[in-house]
């Protein structure tokens, strides 16, 4: 079946813009996770979503980030007032579960000028 | 706590030979160790996992060692591969935190033909 998709898969934007990166899980996945991948550097977590549990926003570096997710399905990062420190690549993950392999999607590049 | 430090940052390796990769961790919580690959403008992909009750895990090519005592665990990659050209993450997790994965930062091989 499909996997994990991002789009868009590049976004370029202006320093001090708003944008919305969103993933789609592979259906069936309850949990999902947000990671930021800096160029030549590790993926850092960013955000996870367990059904309808409370979101572990306990990676988010600034009050510029959110994320939402409704129920089982799309998940939207948002980053406000975007910075040029903001640029890297996002990540989502998802799987059946929290303790089951994470499958990654492709990403999306974010580029702030 | 949260820290994995993954080494070398690099490696070159003649094709037929042995890829070595090594990481630490820190945080004795952490009761799940994956190994990842990552090819250029695609997401990381599972290639192998431990827990911490056994020392070693063979999937084919691929054998993970694992040293509860030092806290490190490897990566060694058997007969190297042109194919296996690619940038491999280390990461840990722990169950009762969702499994969020923190990452090493990575090890960029290239397997020389």
């Known amino acids: 079946g499909a996997g994990v998709s991002q789009s868009p898969s590049n976004k370029v934007t202006e320093k001090g813009k708003d944008v919305e990166l969103r993933c789609d899980p592979i259906?069936?996945?309850?949990?999902l996770y947000w990671y930021r991948q800096r160029l030549g550097q590790g993926l850092e977590f960013l955000i996870y979503?367990?059904?309808?549990?409370?979101?572990?926003k306990s990676g988010l570096p600034s009050d510029r980030f959110s994320a939402e997710r409704t129920g089982e399905s799309v998940s939207t990062l948002t980053i406000q007032r975007t910075q040029q420190e903001d640029s890297a690549v996002y990540l989502c993950?998802?799987?059946?579960?929290?303790?089951?392999?994470?499958?990654f999607g492709p990403g999306t590049r974010l580029t702030v000028t | 706590q949260q820290q994995v430090k993954q080494s070398p940052q690099s490696l070159i390796v003649q094709k037929g030979g042995i890829s070595i990769i090594n990481c630490a961790y820190e945080?004795?919580?952490?009761?799940?160790f994956p190994w990842y690959q990552q090819f250029p403008g695609k997401g990381p992909a599972l290639l192998i996992a431990?827990?911490?009750?056994?020392s070693e895990k063979k999937e084919g090519r691929f054998t993970i060692s694992f040293n509860k005592s030092a806290k490190q665990f490897s990566l060694h990659i058997m007969d190297s591969q042109p194919g296996d050209s690619a940038t491999y993450f280390c990461?840990?997790?722990?169950?009762?935190?969702?499994?969020?994965?923190?990452f090493g930062g990575g090890t960029r091989v290239l397997v020389k033909p």
């Open positions: 993950a998802s799987t059946p579960g929290p303790t089951y392999e994470q499958y």
């Open positions: 259906s069936g996945h309850t949990a």
């Open positions: 979503f367990q059904g309808n549990s409370a979101p572990d």
């Open positions: 945080n004795t919580a952490f009761d799940y």
């Open positions: 431990i827990r911490p009750d056994v």
């Open positions: 990461a840990a997790s722990r169950k009762a935190a969702g499994n969020k994965l923190t």
